[in-house]
């Protein structure tokens, strides 16, 4: 300390929130395992003092799967950055959500791969200007929530940055699922996506975000569209947050083990 | 004061009930109407309804004789006076007979506009005396019934102590009583509720109460924002989200705390700090002059 992170940056806010989510469950230092990717949001596992593991690009959900089949008493916690989990990694989140692996996945979502310079990010909104859209992004973005809901996720919930204790809250109740919780933060991004698209400071984005809610809430939502108006910030359309998905289904490494005792005694049943 | 049932011509008699919302009020003049309405009693009963927002005003008037023409009770009318809430039962005098019975729950509830400095905690609200009240009324039974509920394990049952309380000093039966209340409490609570009927039913006045001994912190400043100036990197987040607006850039990069005193203890600064840099402490402030 201090972190990397850029001045607004509202990583360290959920960082935060992280800490007391797990301090709150009572969580064992020594139990808890930090899986990290490549970018702003996965440095944050270096200044966690639990187990921690930086793994390579997008494939943290592959670290965390064959960690938890290891060392199934550890909470394996995956955070991940948008660019890293839903484009580079994109298979790996998709697929550990498929398998229901017991894992708590933190995606914070800042719309831009803020660490390496402002590129556009399979979350950028349309009409955002990034780095490698400099006439504005043309592409839809991933809903993240919704993607790892069809994939399979059994716990999916989406908090902001803005709202310190409703996230603690949600990480928490993440953190006490059995089998894949995922948890998408909107944080923002000042430097590399905020200051392009003239959204103001990391406090006016963070103070937007709780506009968007109110909107959201008083059913206004239809009436922020994602059209770009020329002269004006492309808009991020309001989205709902809070517990989308809480299911129960067999976890994989449980079913994995089963698998494995019955293949056990059939080989023992036909030992000469 | 008698509120003697007779089989023959029964006065009306009224008593009105008051509190806040959430306290059981509706209910608890539910149960009398359907009591008296079990003795054989014509009952007429209005209340306010629409304080589902926890702490309004919530009254309800019940008037039960051999024959009752208004549900309403005049200025002065009430027989008796149940009131859930200090300061309720102190608004709600003038309805109270000369001689008239006052039932009086010492639950001290504030609501937020006498809150005048959430800071210390000074609060624009009556003080607690129930000795002032004695003789310019009826007889006065102030219980620490929120106390005793809690007590009980529940504090919902409080309005159940009350009418335990006011049914000692009339006369139906304890069975009918007994019989209604199971009736009309929630599923499940009809054994707590007769826990606490009876002991309202017993209850004496007390000197002492849960709500006064609960004294609110007088003009301490109970909040002191620690800033971590070598981690804080001017990011603006928590100057614009302080309600209090005592926290400002200090010109060097980071912030500074203005005016320490005027700290709520809301915390949304330290949640919101992004860096770590802000914590916000409960203990007193240390003494002018001591370098931290």
């Known amino acids: 300390m201090p972190h990397i992170l850029c001045p607004g940056c509202g990583h360290g806010i959920v960082a935060g929130a992280l800490l007391r989510a797990i301090c709150r469950l009572g969580l064992d230092q020594d139990t808890v395992a930090v899986v990290a990717g490549i970018g702003c949001s996965s440095r944050l596992a270096g200044y966690l003092d639990f187990c921690t593991l930086h793994a390579t690009h997008g494939r943290a959900p592959a670290f965390a799967t064959g960690l938890k089949l290891a060392r199934p008493d550890l909470h394996v916690i995956v955070i991940t950055g948008d660019g890293d989990g839903l484009a580079i990694g994109g298979n790996h989140l998709i697929h550990a959500a498929r398998r229901n692996v017991d894992l708590t996945c933190l995606l914070f979502n800042n719309e831009i791969y803020g660490m390496t310079g402002g590129q556009l990010a399979p979350t950028t909104r349309e009409g955002g200007v990034a780095t490698t859209a400099p006439y504005g992004n043309v592409e839809p973005p991933f809903d993240a929530c919704r993607l790892l809901a069809a994939a399979g996720a059994t716990f999916v919930a989406r908090g902001l940055a803005a709202q310190p204790l409703v996230l603690e809250e949600l990480i928490a109740r993440a953190l006490a699922h059995r089998g894949f919780a995922f948890v998408e933060v909107l944080t923002d991004c000042p430097e590399f996506h905020g200051r392009y698209n003239r959204l103001g400071s990391g406090a006016a984005m963070l103070l937007g975000q709780i506009r968007a809610t109110a909107a959201v809430e008083a059913h206004l939502a239809p009436l922020a569209s994602t059209v770009v108006h020329p002269g004006l910030p492309p808009v991020r359309p309001p989205v709902e947050t809070g517990v989308l998905v809480e299911t129960t289904r067999p976890e994989f490494g449980d079913r994995l083990r089963a698998a494995a005792a019955r293949w056990a005694d059939a080989r023992e049943d036909h030992a000469p | ?292």
């Open chain 2, 1 to 292: 004061m008698s509120l003697a049932v007779h089989r023959q011509t029964v006065p009306t008699r009224g008593v009105l009930f008051v509190g806040v919302g959430g306290q059981g009020v509706l209910l608890a003049s539910t149960i009398l109407g359907e009591v008296a309405m079990a003795a054989g009693l014509d009952v007429k009963k209005s209340e306010v309804h629409g304080m589902a927002k926890r702490g309004g005003v919530v009254f309800s008037h019940v008037r039960f004789g051999t024959e009752v023409f208004s549900p309403l009770i005049g200025l002065a009318e009430a027989d008796a006076l149940v009131a859930f809430e200090w300061a309720e039962g102190l608004r709600w005098l003038p309805y109270l007979k000369r001689d008239g019975l006052l039932v009086l729950d010492l639950a001290r509830i504030v609501p937020p506009a006498a809150q005048r400095d959430h800071r210390t905690w000074t609060v624009r609200y009556p003080d607690l005396d129930p000795a002032a009240l004695t003789g310019h009324h009826g007889p006065v039974v102030a219980v620490d019934a929120r106390g005793r509920a809690m007590q009980l394990g529940s504090p919902h049952v409080a309005n159940t102590i009350l009418l335990g309380v006011l049914a000692a000093r009339l006369e139906f039966p304890t069975a009918l009583w007994e019989e209604v209340i199971e009736r009309c409490v929630p599923p499940g609570t009809a054994a707590v509720n007769r826990r606490a009927f009876h002991e309202g039913r017993t209850l004496e006045p007390c000197a002492l109460t849960w709500a006064q001994r609960w004294t609110p912190p007088q003009g301490v400043p109970g909040w002191r924002v620690a800033v971590a100036t070598a981690w804080c990197k001017g990011c603006d987040i928590c100057v614009r989200v302080c309600p209090e607006g005592i926290l400002r850039p200090d010109g060097r990069g980071a912030v500074e705390v203005t005016v320490p005193e005027r700290c709520t203890g809301c915390r949304l600064c330290e949640w919101l700090c992004p860096d770590f840099a802000i914590t916000v402490h409960s203990r007193p402030a240390a003494p002018a002059g001591v370098a931290r």
